[in-house]
């Protein structure tokens, strides 16, 4: 978006040179980089940093006010509470759209919002890489708060491990080896120790967790969790003896599953901004907008897209039976604002927080882009095309 810079960027780019790129991050763990990664990175000026992280702030504020709780109360469908849920989101990550408005100029509107962990380990490593082929701009970073990659992995460390064993933290999912950012998991244990486990390698001793290690149990201290809850219904049918990590055990969660609910879509109808869309929970309107064909409608609880119906139709309403579990929200415009050679592209930024046991605020470390050409973000939605992909954004210092 930054013209000189993006014009000097394609100019110098090097189809050979990405293709070195791609090996080196494949090499890190071959055949574990499951989705594309794009060609290129995006460059974002002081102004549209100040507006996104201004719009951060006024979120984390909202979740830090008093009236927090009761607004989403109800977040949490029956039976799917976890028991010990902690004060704070350890995980907070906001998706934004960057898109254009009636004035023909660029804004970043929030498209999603989660409790939940991202790619803090990927992120840590592929701009490095990327830097190898590539070069940086003076003045720019993808990192936040004067961190540069080493301190980054060091603050990411103290957080996902502290002062326990590595062996003793986990890092939770369903079938991991077969995830498509399974190399985030691998590059979590290379940088800090932290094993990846599918849930059915979990055992039970009392409120203990354990799994084993050549015939040794290691005790669980801390999970990492990075278990989507809408995914485990769907795949609980596969398993067969899986221990119920909703019952009270003795473990600490990063971040607990609570958090998956409650900082969600279920949170944008109580978010007035003007960056952030106008969102209504389904069972709560009153009339169908007359104008539905500039909104969206979207189920609270799933991840990749999945259920998104982006041209809703009136048939499309009534066909939804749990209406508490939708939401319909206003359509942005995204820009086609990043110039490419068979096209420009849209973008997404995922802004990447933690917040640390103990501190009032949590802290903005670092983000990831992803660069689209189809009618949504997602390698899913992209597939046959170039310049699209997963990436990471340099922001003017």
Known sequence: ??????????????????KAFLDELNGLFPGALDFRVAETPVFID?????????????????????DFNNKIADAIPNGESFPHQNNIPHCLVFDFGICINEK????????????????YAFQGVYPIVLEGYFEKPDGFSSYFNGLD???????????LVGGLNPEEVVLLEIKPHQQKTR???????????????????????????????????KYIKRIYNRV????????????????????DLDVEWIPHPNW??????????????????????????????????????????SFA????????????????????????????????????????????????????????????VTNLARLSKGKMIGTRYNKDKEWVGGSVAYFEI
């Not at 978006?1 to 990405?18: D, L, P, S, T, W």
């Not at 919002?113 to 991202?118: D, I, K, R, V």
């Open 183 to 217: 190399i985030d998991f691998y590059l979590t244990e290379k940088l800090f120790g932290i094993k990846p486990i599918c849930i059915s390698e979990l055992n039970l001793d009392g409120r203990r967790l354990y799994y084993m290690v050549n015939g040794e149990r």
């Open 305 to 364: 897209g999945q259920g998104v119906i982006i041209d809703v139709k009136p048939s499309d309403i009534s066909a939804v039976e749990d209406t508490s579990n939708w939401i319909l929200q206003k359509k942005v415009n995204y820009a086609s604002c990043i110039e490419t050679p068979d096209g420009n592209a849209k973008v997404e930024i995922r802004m990447m927080y933690i917040w640390n046991e103990g501190e009032s605020d949590p802290i903005l």
């Open 104 to 119: 023909n100029e660029f804004y970043p509107a929030l498209i999603e919002l989660q409790g939940f962990p991202s790619l």
């Open 149 to 159: 990659q080493e301190k980054y992995i060091q603050i990411i460390k103290n957080f």
């Open 228 to 247: 989507i809850i809408d995914e485990l219904k769907q795949e609980k049918k596969n398993f067969t003896n899986l221990v119920d990590i909703q019952k």
């Open 46 to 66: 002081r102004a549209m940093k100040n507006k996104i992280i201004s719009t951060c702030d006024y979120i984390i504020e909202q979740i830090k006010s008093p």
């Open 1 to 18: 978006m930054i013209q000189h810079i993006r014009k000097a960027y394609n100019q110098q780019f090097k189809e050979e040179k990405y």
């Open 260 to 301: 998956f609910y409650q900082i969600s879509k279920y949170l944008l109808p109580y978010l007035n901004h003007p960056n952030i869309p106008a969102t209504h929970f389904l069972n709560k309107l009153t009339a169908i907008p007359e104008d539905l064909e500039n909104y969206v409608l979207k189920p609270l609880f």
